[in-house]
């Protein structure tokens, strides 16, 4: 996943549970790719049209402020040791603004920074599908991961490549954040790569064609006593898509009841939550959403569609946002049963509003209430059976599901309803 490092400020979330390899990855910080997870931990995502320049001036930029700005502005260049740059300046008076609303969420983005939000949100790009990450010290950049049938993978590209160039760009010349720039570009155009690889006496060369890349949000599994595992990572643009595949695949495998798993998930787009939603529950509200004028946007499932398996979730206090919606609408509908503990508390939704000149801001606009009215803001949702996580395996070792006590936990309650039904 060619993505670059963010460095700004993400809510402070609980210590993760030490859980499996593609977990640790999750959480490594300074690949961009992986520090959504703190990302999305914070918001649910919406995109309204941009305010644009018609907007009549407001009160606040009076001829007062605006020319206290213009004095600072001289006493900046006249007295500052150092050269100043006039865009990072107005850039820095944007992100004030916001700060002043005291929300942790609002932030302000520049067009680099709403293009990889955009990434974030949607979890599809465009690029060759592998996961990088640099060295802070070296500045060497090595290939974390290469993602089952991307262009990377076809190319020939492996886990634990050193990228050496980019075109003719020295990987160790800049940051990562701007080395991917180069990497990402338009689908079906190719990118030149020099590779450095254990064991091999010169550079390697490598062509890879940019494609639409979607990333991995959706891991399933088939447990014992036919019970089928599902974990979501996050929730992204392709997440339903590949639920749906999931679903399918352990069904063809004979799945009589399922394990959804959204520990350490931190949410992502309200839709990707919905559509899963939509595919589990019966007709009725899965959440709604209400802003300061009291305006809401109801969002229903139909039943079209609906899944008839003994359902169990599993929950911790790093899941928030998206997951919280699925944890409070399964507990709601009294569709299935919650085991973990409490979950983050994140009650309120982001709006991504672009701007004309490609910036972006991002705003709480509303809160978001579960099917019975409930806003779990600061709050959290408990589950039904509360279970401290611990790993009974090798903790060194690859994670494992059975050895897992939330997961045994949750294949206990399942097999219970399963011989019920029998």
């Known amino acids: 996943m060619d993505f670059e490092e963010w460095n700004s400020e993400q809510e402070k979330m609980p210590e993760p549970n030490r859980r499996d390899g593609r977990f640790a990855k999750g959480v490594a910080a ?11 931990a914070v918001m649910i995502f919406t995109t309204v049209a941009g305010a644009g320049s018609s907007v009549k001036r407001p009160s606040l930029l009076n001829d007062k402020v605006v020319g206290k700005i213009a004095e600072l502005v001289e006493l900046i260049n ?31 983005y520049t067009a680099q920074q709403h293009e990889d939000l955009q ?35 076809e190319a020939g590209l492996k886990d634990k490549d050193i990228l050496v160039k980019v075109e003719e760009i020295e990987s160790i010349s800049m940051e990562l954040s701007e080395l991917v720039t180069h990497i990402r570009g338009e689908e079906g155009t190719t990118v030149h790569l020099q590779i450095m690889r254990e064991g091999e006496p010169d550079y390697l060369e490598f062509d890879v064609m940019r494609a639409n890349i979607d990333l991995p949000t959706v ?5 014992d006593g ?60 899965m959440v709604y959403t209400q802003d300061k004028y009291g305006k809401r946007q109801v969002y229903s499932s139909d039943e079209e569609n609906q899944m008839d398996y003994p359902t169990v979730v599993l929950i911790n206090g790093n899941s928030a946002s998206a997951s919280e919606i699925l ?36 705003l709480t606009t509303a809160k978001y209430f579960t099917p019975k009215g409930e806003n779990i803001h ?34 206990e309650v399942l097999k219970k309803e399963i011989s019920t039904q029998e």
Do not use: W
């Open 119 to 153: 990434i974030a949100a949607t979890q599809n790009y465009y690029g060759i599908g592998a996961q990088l990450k640099q060295e802070p010290d070296s500045m060497i950049v090595t290939i974390d991961h290469v993602y089952e049938g991307s262009p990377a993978e």
């Open 78 to 108: 006249y007295y500052f040791y150092d050269e100043t740059d006039e865009e990072e300046m107005a850039n820095g008076l944007y992100a004030g603004l916001l700060a002043s609303l005291d929300d942790r969420y609002t932030e302000y």
């Open 327 to 362: 944890a409070g609408a399964v507990r709601d509908f009294e569709y299935g049963t919650l085991i973990g503990t409490k979950t983050f508390g994140k009650g309120v939704v982001q709006s991504i509003i672009p701007l004309e000149d490609g910036d972006a801001i991002k």
């Open 30 to 40: 300074g690949v961009f790719g992986t520090l959504i997870t703190g990302f999305a």
């Open 378 to 411: 600061g709050t959290g949702i408990a589950p039904d059976m509360e279970l401290e996580f611990e790993y009974l395996g090798d903790p060194e070792g690859e994670y494992d599901e059975m050895q897992d006590n939330q997961v045994l936990k949750g294949i």
């Open 226 to 285: 036919n019970i089928g595992y599902i974990r979501i990572l996050e929730f992204g643009a392709p997440t339903i898509r590949q639920f749906e595949e999931a679903v399918e695949d352990l069904e063809t495998q004979g799945m009589q009841a399922m394990l959804l798993d959204v520990r350490d998930n931190p949410g992502g787009m309200i839709t990707a939550v919905n559509g899963i939603l939509d595919a589990m529950l019966p007709e009725g509200t």
């Open 219 to 223: 891991d399933h599994k088939m447990l």
